[in-house]
């Protein structure tokens, strides 16, 4: 007999729901906290000679030596701690748990958080311990350390700024998770242009640190690049389950020629910032709307009827996150990119009409 699906594949697979992306073809575009602003003409004339010049032909190079050269001064990274790529900074996740996924081990992350940490413990068939934030988004520094006594994660992984609420964790919390921790704390820093706080050169404090960026939140998300920075005790290791050639070639040519016009990210990163702030105060005066702080590209808002104003802007034009439903603490709960300054007057002129027609 044939086997089926029903066979064949994993239950817990079977009962996912594939990651949606909707389609967003001449919508203002502000659902998946991308930056909203190309390069200048002149840096993009020199990536079009570089790709003209590169040798597709070839396996890039395994290692990515010099694009790691370039990050290490980009990033911070402190001197004797090691660096991995990742395509993308979920790949990096992937390859953590994958590494780590023996039987009954149990990753630990936050609730509501990063969705990838759950659904990549799910495919590597590891049990997924989601601790609680507070109502307001917060650690709950000592109901983290409870649940790390309990389930003695192999992994811990705190977003710094959180996905989908946009704070920053307190510091002196995130420092005790990584004290009360049995195996390595990942901190994943993919807001960090936006946040200004750091756990880079905390590395040499913390033998079970590890601290993850990508570029995609800063303007490259098309090129999908993550880096994993730490002690090489455990990226030599993790370093084994990465496919060989995970970085292509153009990747690393590009993610180089613009990381050295890192002046350029840092002032989108800055324009980014000052319209956050302005979409703030503006989200902050429209009535019955709650906007939670951000240290992130992006801003959660709590308002009523979340499902009717997510359709009403998107019926206007503006797609953006809808959040309700997802998580109970997230009960009508959208969240929106930071655009450009006309893309986030399109998003507030098409969110008080819808408003003013519920
Ligand atoms: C967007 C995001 C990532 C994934 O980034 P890629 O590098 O594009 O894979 C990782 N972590 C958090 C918290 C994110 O929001």
Redesign the pocket.
Known sequence: MPKTPEDIIRDEIRALTAYHVPEAAGMVKLDA?ENPYRLPADVQVEIARLVESAALNRYPDPGAARLKACLRVAMGIPPGMDVLL??????L?QMLIMAAARPGAAVLGFEP??V?FRMIATFCGVRYVGVPLTPEFALDADRVVAAIAEHQPALVFI?YP??PTGNLFDATAVARVIDAAPGPVVV?E??HAFAGRTFMPRLTDYPNLLV?R????SGL?GL???LLAGGNAWLAHVDKVRLPYNVNVLTQLVAEKVLRHQDLLAQQAAAITAERTRLFDELKRLPGVRPFPSDANFILFRTGMADGVFNGLKQRGVLIKNLNGSHPSLVDCLRVTVGTPEENGRFLESLRATLSNL
Request: charged residues 20%; aromatic residues 8%; hydrophobic residues 40%.
């Open positions: 906290m990742g395509n993308g900074s979920d790949e996740i958080s990063f990838m977003a959180n996905n994943d993919a807001y993850m990508t570029l995609s939140k998300a999908r690049l993550g």
